[in-house]
């Protein structure tokens, strides 16, 4: 909190006529009742579950020992991540908190790590998951867990940097843990990459199309914000990494709709109004011209494999 409390704070002193990110900070618990630690300290949440509050960034911190009888009790937290999750959250877990994504299955078939002594443990509790225990950082779409703290510190300096920029990013990196920090991508473990390239503008572009894939999009719009004409934006987008901005956003949303398709219960409608679409019959046409097949065969496809024994 104090590390993304310094990066706001930085912004607005060294970037001064910038529009600035506001952020809102709030603890969530089950109940608004104070939580008590094994050390005695109380702590408490500023939001309940019940007030159904949604988010952008979520923080889902250890547990002390073992998390099974914890983790197993409060399905309704699962729930809410389940619903944040669908709703294009980033949710990044630490140690034994990794097994919260674990349970609800948002992991399944996906790159993840937990805390070291329970590795074990987690690779029997949860076999679909793709366990890497050589690394401290995993991502997988919108989905981080973080073996450690120093772990979680450096990834929220990777967060840093998504929302406020490179400069922003080393300055809190450089006050906080400048003495313990390693790379953010050499220790972690990312989905692929594909088409890297050294056009740091383009790369900002992506990364906001990636934020606000469920928005309306209006190109021109994003030109003019990253201050460029439309046909240099498509000039160099397209230079950059082989397809159109169109193309690129549509990879994104259908990405994001296979795996909502794998992990949720939405309607096709619900979907596609989820990743931006409000024409359901344009999203299953869509979705069948890259797949080849429509969302509702996609979706059985997925599940009959995903519970096959």
């Given at each position: 909190m104090e590390m993304l409390l310094a990066a706001e704070s930085a912004m607005r002193t060294m970037q001064p006529t910038d529009q600035h990110r506001t952020l809102e900070i709030k603890t969530l618990g089950l109940t608004t009742d104070a939580v008590a630690t094994r050390t005695g300290i109380r702590w408490q949440p500023d939001l309940c579950i019940n007030d159904n509050p949604s988010a952008d960034l979520i923080y889902i911190p250890g547990l002390?020992?073992?998390?099974?009888?914890?983790?197993?009790?409060?399905?309704?937290?699962?729930?809410?991540?389940?619903?944040?999750?669908?709703?294009?959250?980033?949710?990044?877990?630490?140690?034994?908190?990794?097994?919260?994504?674990?349970?609800?299955?948002?992991?399944?078939?996906?790159?993840?790590?937990?805390?070291?002594?329970?590795?074990?443990?987690?690779?029997?509790?949860?076999?679909?998951?793709?366990?890497?225990?050589?690394?401290?950082?995993?991502?997988?779409?919108?989905?981080?867990?973080?073996?450690?703290?120093?772990?979680?510190?450096?990834?929220?300096?990777h967060f840093i940097q998504r929302y406020f920029g490179q400069t922003i990013a080393s300055h809190v990196e450089r006050h906080f843990s400048h003495e313990i920090r390693k790379a953010y991508e050499s220790s972690g473990f990312f989905e692929a990459t594909e088409n890297p390239h050294p056009d740091e503008q383009i790369t900002q572009i992506q990364i906001w199309l990636q934020d606000n894939y469920h928005r309306e999009i209006l190109f021109p719009q994003i030109a003019e914000r990253f201050g460029m004409s439309i046909r240099t934006f498509n000039r160099r987008f397209k230079n950059a990494l082989g397809q159109t901005p169109l193309e690129y956003l549509q990879e994104i949303r259908i990405n994001t709709a296979k795996d909502l398709l794998k992990t949720s219960n939405l309607s096709i409608s619900e979907i596609a109004d989820k990743i931006g679409y409000d024409d359901t019959g344009y999203f299953t046409r869509l979705f069948k011209k890259h797949l080849a097949t429509t969302p509702n065969d996609y979706r059985n496809t997925v599940r009959a494999k995903l519970f096959r024994t």
């Amino acid at each position: 909190m104090e590390m993304l409390l310094a990066a706001e704070s930085a912004m607005r002193t060294m970037q001064p006529t910038d529009q600035h990110r506001t952020l809102e900070i709030k603890t969530l618990g089950l109940t608004t009742d104070a939580v008590a630690t094994r050390t005695g300290i109380r702590w408490q949440p500023d939001l309940c579950i019940n007030d159904n509050p949604s988010a952008d960034l979520i923080y889902i911190p250890g547990l002390w020992r073992n998390p099974r009888p914890i983790v197993k009790q409060h399905s309704a937290l699962l729930e809410w991540l389940l619903q944040q999750y669908q709703n294009g959250a980033i949710i990044s877990a630490v140690g034994t908190g990794c097994c919260f994504l674990a349970e609800a299955g948002l992991l399944d078939g996906k790159a993840a790590t937990t805390h070291w002594h329970y590795f074990d443990q987690f690779q029997k509790d949860y076999p679909q998951i793709q366990l890497k225990r050589q690394y401290f950082i995993t991502q997988a779409g919108n989905l981080y867990c973080a073996a450690s703290v120093n772990s979680l510190a450096d990834l929220t300096v990777h967060f840093i940097q998504r929302y406020f920029g490179q400069t922003i990013a080393s300055h809190v990196e450089r006050h906080f843990s400048h003495e313990i920090r390693k790379a953010y991508e050499s220790s972690g473990f990312f989905e692929a990459t594909e088409n890297p390239h050294p056009d740091e503008q383009i790369t900002q572009i992506q990364i906001w199309l990636q934020d606000n894939y469920h928005r309306e999009i209006l190109f021109p719009q994003i030109a003019e914000r990253f201050g460029m004409s439309i046909r240099t934006f498509n000039r160099r987008f397209k230079n950059a990494l082989g397809q159109t901005p169109l193309e690129y956003l549509q990879e994104i949303r259908i990405n994001t709709a296979k795996d909502l398709l794998k992990t949720s219960n939405l309607s096709i409608s619900e979907i596609a109004d989820k990743i931006g679409y409000d024409d359901t019959g344009y999203f299953t046409r869509l979705f069948k011209k890259h797949l080849a097949t429509t969302p509702n065969d996609y979706r059985n496809t997925v599940r009959a494999k995903l519970f096959r024994t």
